[in-house]
């Protein structure tokens, strides 16, 4: 039980607080001050009740089309968007939903297949805190649960000491700094625990 507290804290501590100083760093709007659209598709069709009780059907390469629930969604918009995106050369797009074992939409961009491991960066906050707010759901950690001792090197002077599971997954401890300079965004070979390290030590 202490290891998986101990993963819990990790994850807070080296994705959700370094991504939350990432995040404050202004990226994502490329200094422009607005953010980047999203596609959004509604459904396109009703299809008829009589055809809408099968399956979610495969995707058609001609047509770009998947029918679930009684709704066709044409995906030739979101593919032409990701075509036409000259920021992003390679890539893999997935749509799917929680009830569909089968995936909506895939699209491979370039040389980037689904098996291909990459850094994920700020992209493991939802999967931080899912893991953490689960194992609130069962006890094994609270939101109140302060960062040390779980995080041996957690400081026990100052503001920092403070800081609670809750801020780290809310991104309200109060760090602010970038990940690139003494973080663990450029040093790949850091392992999780030293990378949560030296974010709390910037």
Known sequence: MVERKTW????????VVGAGAFAQSGVGDRGRGDARPMVQLPPAAVV???SA???PTALSPASLTTTVGGYTYDWT???AAIDADAEVANGYFIVGNATD???LFAYEKGSFGIDRVTPLASATKWFAGTLAMRMAQAGIVTLDDPMRPPLAFWTTTGTKKDVKLKHALSMTSGFNGSPLVGGCQLTPALILYNCAKNIHDL
């Not at 819990?8 to 994705?15: D, F, M, N």
């Open 77 to 79: 918009a979101l593919q």
């Open 48 to 50: 008829p009740a009589s």
């Open 53 to 55: 009780a099968s399956a």
């Open 101 to 103: 074992p089968d995936y």
């Open 8 to 15: 819990a804290w990790l994850a807070a501590g080296a994705v």
